[in-house]
């Protein structure tokens, strides 16, 4: 099929029962991750885990790669 010289191609992609990790988690979510319970999760944001708000309420979200990091960084002290 063409549109305004566009050929578009059909195509199927299959995916073999792979697992596609979410980027963004939401606090029980992060919490879930780490091992730990919302309210430590919670702590962290104080001691200076990065955030963000998203959604109309603002809903505290954790970037997955972020929280990674910041973990690796704070061993010690994260526990």
Do not use: Y
Request: with cysteine.
């Amino acid at each position: 099929m063409a549109i305004k010289g566009i050929t578009l191609i059909r195509c199927h992609v299959a995916l073999q029962s792979q697992t596609v990790e979410p980027l963004l988690l939401d606090t029980p979510s992060a919490a879930a991750l780490v091992g730990v319970r919302p309210g430590v999760l919670r702590r962290w944001v104080s001691d200076g885990l990065p955030f963000i708000r998203a959604g109309r309420g603002g809903k505290k979200m954790f970037v997955r790669r972020d929280l990674e990091k910041w973990i690796e960084r704070n061993k010690e002290t994260a526990q």
